[in-house]
């Protein structure tokens, strides 16, 4: 009689499956799908935010314009032409419109102004401020136009 009870159960045994239920699988499947669209999210930001950075290594350029006008004359430059550089519409990348020297908030002020940009509306700017140290420009990126989630992290 044993016998026959120990073969029944393993019988039993054979019958049961093991895996995951069609709701189980549905819901791994909503949450990775959740998790999927908030990285799609971050990653458009990023590729914003590298963007905008490209504006600002456009920019080096105008720096050492200004540096040496500075380091030269002892005043800062009001102008593209008198740091030596091209006119403003002419230093522009696929996302940059102009880089400009100006006065405003400070004389040697440098004005990167965007092309639209994903989150980034066209005519939106990133100011560089010059600010001396002990004999040398030191530099304060300021934006009042631009959505903080998109500015470089020197900028935030």
Request: glycine share 12%; aromatic share 6%; hydrophobic share 40%.
């Amino acid at each position: 009689m044993n016998d026959y009870k120990s073969l029944k159960n393993k019988k039993l045994n054979h019958g049961t499956q093991a895996g995951f239920t069609l709701i189980e699988l549905m819901i791994i499947i909503g949450i990775i799908g959740i998790l999927a669209s908030m990285a799609m999210t971050s990653y458009k930001d990023y590729l914003v935010r590298s963007k905008v950075s490209g504006g600002i290594a456009l920019a080096a350029s105008a720096k050492s314009g200004v540096g040496e006008y500075y380091a030269t004359r002892g005043v800062m430059p009001e102008t593209n032409g008198e740091a030596g550089l091209a006119a403003a519409n002419t230093i522009t990348n696929d996302y940059v419109d102009s880089v400009t020297i100006g006065t405003v908030p400070a004389t040697g002020t440098i004005t990167i102004t965007y092309k639209e940009i994903g989150g980034v509306n066209a005519g939106d700017t990133i100011l560089l401020s010059p600010r001396l140290t002990g004999g040398s420009v030191a530099w304060t990126c300021l934006s009042n136009t631009m959505a903080s989630a998109f500015l470089p992290s020197s900028c935030r």
